[in-house]
Nanobody, 127 residues
């Protein structure tokens, strides 16, 4: 299990930008592929972005491609989600997650592939 703590959420106007961070407590952070998910009220949790252990491979939901960028700093045990051109439909609680299986070179998209979750950070985009 990896302990994860998100930060950086808040209220932003449509068209604005926000960067959320997720700090991991484990010293083996670089062993895990990571993901960002979001959940809006009344909706299922969905993948936003995923990144491999090295950071070289990245995957995005179609709805955020070209607007969001996932990155990681393994020296700081932190993964980031830079969100630009935000839309009201991006409003949700954003969660980071660590892959269930360490030491894999894959990126993952399914909720079931992730074994550790943060508590979430609220992102609200006003129109």
């Amino acid at each position: 299990q990896v302990q994860l703590v998100e930060s950086g959420g808040g209220l932003v106007q449509a068209g604005g930008s926000l960067k959320v961070s997720c700090a991991a407590s484990t010293g083996t952070f670089s062993s895990y592929a990571m993901g960002w998910f979001r959940q809006a009220p009344g909706k299922e949790r969905e993948l936003v972005a995923a990144i491999s252990r090295s950071g070289l491979n990245r995957d995005y939901a179609d709805s955020v491609k070209g607007r969001f960028t996932v990155s990681r700093d393994n020296a700081k045990n932190t993964v980031y989600l830079q969100m630009n051109s935000l839309k009201p439909e991006d409003t949700a609680v954003y969660y980071c997650a660590a892959a269930r299986t360490p030491y894999s070179s894959n990126t993952y998209r399914r909720l079931a592939d992730f074994g550790s979750w943060g508590q979430g950070t609220q992102v609200t985009v006003s129109s």
